[in-house]
C-alpha cells in the first residue's frame, strides 16, 4: 500500500480539543479510511479480520459465525464474501446485509446470550458456531488500571460465551489491549483451545496498543 501522500495538516480550531484535532489529523492521513471506500467496506476494521484471515486462512464458506460489536458491519461484509452466515450484535444498528442476522442490543445485557445461542440454534443444524469473532471494547475513561479490567471483563465475557457455543475444533477472536490476553484468562484459554496466538494486523495503528487474540482448535470443553 502506497503511504507517498502528502500528509495533510489540521489547525487546532477555537473550541476544539487537541485530542480531537489529533483525532480528525489521523482519519484525514489514514490510507485504510480510502481504501475502505474504494472497496465499499463500511470501516476501516474490516482490513484487520481480513489481514488476520489473509495470515490464518481460517474463513471458510458454509460456517456460520458470531460477530459481537459488530457496527458499523465491516467484519459481517469479510466473513459474509467468503461464504459464511453471520449472527452479529452491537448496541448501535447496522444497516441491513445478505446473511447476516442482527441483534441491536449490548451483548452484556444478561439476555444477549441466550438471545444469540437461540438465533444459532435456527442457523446452525448442530446449534454450534464455527468461529466467535469479538470486536467488541468499552468506553474508556482515561484511568490506565480501570480501562484495563473494563476491557478485559468485556474479553472474558466474549470467551466464556465462545467456549459454550463453537463446535469442536472451532476458533476464538477477540480484541485485547495492553499486552493481550494475561493471565487466568490466557490459563483458560490454554486449557480449551490447541493453539493460542496474539496477532496485531497493519491495519491497526501503530500508536494503539490493540491486538487480537487467536485461539483456534477448540477441545469442545475439554
Known amino acids: 500500500m502506497s503511504r507517498n501522500k502528502q500528509k495533510t495538516k489540521v489547525k487546532t480550531a477555537k473550541g476544539r480539543k487537541i485530542s480531537s484535532t489529533r483525532w480528525l489529523q489521523?482519519?484525514?492521513?489514514?490510507?485504510?479510511?480510502?481504501?475502505?471506500?474504494?472497496?465499499?467496506?463500511?470501516?476501516?476494521?474490516?482490513?484487520?479480520?481480513k489481514e488476520i484471515d489473509e495470515k490464518l486462512n481460517f474463513l471458510k464458506s458454509g460456517m456460520t459465525i458470531i460477530d459481537l460489536g459488530a457496527a458499523p458491519g465491516g467484519w459481517c461484509q469479510i466473513a459474509?464474501?467468503?461464504?459464511?452466515?453471520?449472527?452479529?450484535?452491537?448496541l448501535l444498528e447496522i444497516d441491513e446485509m445478505p446473511d447476516v442476522e442482527f441483534f441491536q442490543m449490548d451483548f452484556m445485557d444478561e439476555q444477549a446470550p441466550d438471545i444469540l445461542k437461540e438465533a444459532l440454534g435456527k442457523q446452525s443444524k448442530?446449534?454450534?458456531?464455527?468461529?466467535?469473532?469479538?470486536?467488541?471494547a468499552p468506553n474508556t475513561m482515561g484511568h490506565k488500571q480501570t480501562d484495563h479490567l473494563r476491557i478485559m471483563a468485556v474479553v472474558e465475557a466474549a470467551y466464556y460465551f465462545a467456549i459454550e457455543v463453537l463446535k469442536p475444533d472451532g476458533i476464538f477472536v477477540a480484541k485485547v489491549f495492553q499486552g493481550g490476553a494475561q493471565g487466568e484468562l490466557l490459563k483458560e484459554?490454554?486449557?480449551?483451545?490447541?493453539?493460542?496466538?496474539?496477532?496485531?494486523p497493519p491495519a491497526s495503528r501503530k500508536e494503539s496498543s490493540e491486538q487480537y487474540v487467536v485461539a483456534t482448535g477448540f477441545?469442545?470443553?475439554c
Open 189 to 200: 484459554m490454554k486449557k480449551n483451545f490447541k493453539t493460542i496466538k496474539h496477532i496485531k
Open 26 to 49: 489521523r482519519q484525514l492521513n489514514d490510507p485504510y479510511i480510502d481504501l475502505a471506500e474504494k472497496n465499499g467496506y463500511r470501516g476501516r476494521a474490516a482490513f484487520k479480520l
Open 126 to 136: 448442530d446449534g454450534l458456531a464455527d468461529i466467535v469473532l469479538s470486536d467488541m
Open 80 to 90: 459474509t464474501a467468503k461464504g459464511c452466515k453471520v449472527i452479529a450484535i452491537d
Open 219 to 221: 477441545k469442545g470443553g
